[in-house]
């Protein structure tokens, strides 16, 4: 039984709407998405298909030019109905119009004997070619992995502890065999080994706690302990030169999905979440599933946020918009537009914050969840460090320094204050209590590509 490490720092946010561990059904849009600005690090992507040609789950649509071996797919069947562009004809999304019963392009289905004769560059080419390549995430700065590279070791979180998130044992129920296959296959991709990181303070699913040939680890505390960087930093940190990659354990199902069936399967159970959904719970759809469609007629009247992922670093899509990569969850907020007048001024409980300032009342009731809207409650303004950042990083760096260096294009400061550990998800919470309002993830991607490009 491996050691459990007990994490001090960070803040669980609270919030009404958690999805009950019940399958709704089976939903299929009418439209899905791509969308490379989902992907950190695509510099120059080429369009292979057009308006009106016919596609399957696997057929490629998309890669990049600055690394041509990594193909994006089809998550499921149909006719590519529009290729939407935005300012300088930045590429947004390849929307496809589904088929009603997805159709599959066949990869070779391969037993666990194929998989262990295979070379570390046939494994590649498979990953690659199939379109599950882009669940690998690479740290430093968060990028798509290069095939070009051999990590020191792959990193997998086997928990998420963002607010609302979904369970990651009801996600992958059943799911064993794939599980196994994948973390066999992710092997042949490192020297060193495979970590997962284990919740300490929950009862842990089978389909991690059985799966052979990974090192297993126990994490403990509040949120971002579920963060796959907060792991690494106390399991094998990222020093200069160092890297490593990341996976969540639904793309390692899903890699595990084409060994075994032979086929890219974005299929997934999504959680429907937020104070305005009527009946949170879980529906089972394809990867970049229309939103609307997916809550139609399950959200309450009202002005409201679609989020797709979580409060804190997903992305707000609108009720047209579509569901991304790396998502498993929507979350629905009430939107925030309105001005309270002397709203400061108000002694409240009402009002969630991490500070225990005037007026602020929550902190009295922890354990009950609130309704947020997602009002800022004030907008940018002189920073004030107040040393609570510290309190939210359960690492060995110190946040407020690292943001200024970044702003002050400091390479140096901001190489010896860690930059090479975190992406935006694990500086997220010091945005979610900053007093100054200030876009803590965006000053981070920014520090992140200077390093990167520098």
């Not at 009247?301 to 797709?308: A, D, E, F, I, L």
């Amino acid at each position: 039984m491996s050691k459990v490490i007990k994490l001090r720092k960070g803040f669980t946010i609270n919030l009404a709407g958690r999805a009950e561990l019940k399958v709704a059904g089976e939903l299929m849009p009418e439209t899905f998405a791509i969308k490379p600005t989902d992907f950190h690090g695509i510099q120059r992507p080429k369009v292979l298909v057009k308006e009106g040609d016919t596609v399957k789950a696997g057929t490629p649509i998309l890669y990049d030019k600055a690394n041509p071996k990594v193909q994006f797919v089809a998550p499921v069947s149909g006719e590519v109905a529009e290729v939407v562009r935005g300012a300088k004809r930045k590429l947004l999304e390849i929307r496809i119009l589904a088929d009603r019963t997805v159709a599959y392009e066949e990869f070779p289905k391969l037993s666990s004997n194929d998989v262990a004769n295979l070379q570390r560059e046939e494994v590649v080419e498979l990953l690659t070619k199939s379109g599950v390549w882009p669940n690998l995430v690479q740290r430093p700065y968060g990028i798509i992995a290069s095939p070009d590279v051999t990590p020191k070791a792959i990193f997998i979180s086997s928990f998420d502890s963002h607010p609302l998130a979904p369970d990651y044992d009801f996600l992958l129920r059943g799911q064993e065999r794939y599980f196994q296959a994948g973390i066999d296959l992710l092997k042949k991709l490192t020297d060193g080994p495979v970590h997962i990181g284990l919740n300490a303070d929950a009862e842990v699913s089978p389909v991690f706690t059985s799966v052979k040939g990974a090192t297993l680890h126990r994490f403990s505390g509040k949120h971002p302990a579920g963060n796959v960087g907060v792991q690494i930093h106390h399991i094998d940190p990222i020093n200069k030169g160092d890297i490593v990659w990341t996976i969540n354990p639904f793309g390692v199902a899903q890699i595990g999905k084409l060994l075994v069936d032979g086929r890219y399967d974005s299929s997934k159970l999504v959680a429907l979440v937020g104070s305005e959904v009527l009946d949170p719970q879980y529906i089972k759809t394809w990867g970049g599933a229309n939103v609307g469609k997916l809550l139609a007629g399950k959200v309450k009247q009202g002005n409201v946020r679609y989020v797709s992922g979580n409060v804190l670093t997903g992305t707000n899509v609108g009720k047209d918009g579509y569901l991304g990569y790396f998502d498993n969850m929507v979350t629905v907020l009430p939107e925030g537009d309105h001005y309270e007048f002397l709203g400061w001024l108000t002694i409240t409980p009402k009002k969630y914050s991490y500070h225990r300032a005037f007026g602020l009342l929550s902190f009295l009731n922890r354990s009950k969840p609130y309704v947020i809207d997602t009002n800022l409650q004030g907008e940018e303004r002189a920073w004030v460090q107040t040393g609570t950042f510290d309190n939210m990083i359960p690492m060995d760096i110190l946040p407020e320094f690292l943001l200024k260096s970044i702003m002050a294009e400091d390479y140096d400061g901001m190489e010896s204050l860690g930059i090479y550990e975190v992406i935006e998800e694990d500086m997220a919470l010091c945005e979610f209590i900053d007093v100054s309002k200030h876009d803590v993830q965006a000053i981070l991607r920014e520090g992140l590509t200077l390093m990167q490009y520098s």
